[in-house]
């Protein structure tokens, strides 16, 4: 046991030293993230009374700039200079038809879910089961989008399962360990649910909630320290574009870490590394 915790924690050593080191290159992202959240803003202001055709609408622009952000996160971790305006532009397109595929095929599934909620008086259970289901089977398919060679959105969620079954442990404690003032709020359990169940609705591949994630777990943070709300939440609204963005590094280098390699491999790899 002392030896994968070891191990586990030089796996993470080495995803927030490689992050850092992304960060320093791709701060660009950062105010990629900043503008897109307005141009999103503004789309769900223009699609607000278009009815179904604003719902289209604003699911694409939402592709859009996932698949952007998507491209620049890996620049960041791919590329060896540092990123550049001129990137952003370049980033506008990539990944779209892959965030539209995943979206639609969860699109049918999500809409029966929501319609049982109406006539099933366990319809709330229901859907926290399943959108938290989702929300651990398909966490990391936004790494896969980019980062794996796939054919289908279907081999993104086939990767996804397989991934997540094999390194469940490493992938997830990052994440558990921060959620921890949530756990612990007074609303508890009920807040984590809601938290999974907005992200695994949009199987993380929704813009909004990659800013509104990194708010809410920091936010919880400051308010378990002892930060009043009234200020917590400008110091929030400060820090969550960074914060998006290097949480998105931190899983893209721990994915690449993780993916293709055994716990049996690590353990022979690294003493060498």
């Not at 289901?133 to 966490?139: G, K």
């Not at 899983?251 to 790899?269: E, N, P, T, W």
């Amino acid at each position: 046991m002392s030896q994968i915790l070891t191990e586990t924690l030089a796996l993470y050593r080495g995803a927030f030293r490689k992050t850092g080191e992304s960060l320093a290159r791709g701060w660009m992202t950062i105010v990629a993230v900043v503008g897109f959240g307005f141009l999103l803003v503004l789309a769900g202001q223009i699609a607000s009374p278009l009815g179904m055709a604003g719902g289209f609408l604003l699911g694409a622009v939402n592709a859009l700039l996932v698949g952007a952000t998507l491209s620049l996160i890996e620049q960041s971790i791919t590329h060896a200079r540092a990123l550049t305006f001129r990137d952003i532009l370049g980033s506008v397109g990539h990944y779209f038809w892959d965030v539209i595929g995943i979206g639609f095929i969860l699109w049918l599934p999500l809409m029966a879910l929501d319609m049982s909620m109406q006539t099933n008086p366990f319809g709330q259970l229901l859907s926290y089961a399943a959108l938290l289901l989702i929300f651990l089977l398909l966490n990391p398919a936004p790494e896969i989008i980019y980062q794996v060679r796939h054919d289908s959105p279907l081999d993104v969620f086939k990767t996804s399962y397989e991934f997540v079954l094999e390194n469940w442990m490493e992938w997830f404690l990052p994440f558990a360990l921060i959620l921890i003032p949530v756990v612990l709020s007074p609303m508890g359990l009920q807040s984590f649910f809601s938290l999974s169940s907005r992200v695994g609705r949009g199987a993380g591949l929704d813009f909004s909630q990659l800013l509104v994630l990194p708010f809410t777990i920091f936010g919880s943070w400051l308010d378990f320290i002892g930060i009043p709300p009234s200020i917590g939440w400008y110091i929030g609204l400060l820090f969550t574009p960074l914060l998006a963005v290097a949480m998105l590094l931190f899983r893209g280098h721990l994915f690449a870490s993780l993916h293709g390699v055994s716990r049996r491999q690590r353990r022979f790899v690294s003493p060498f590394k």
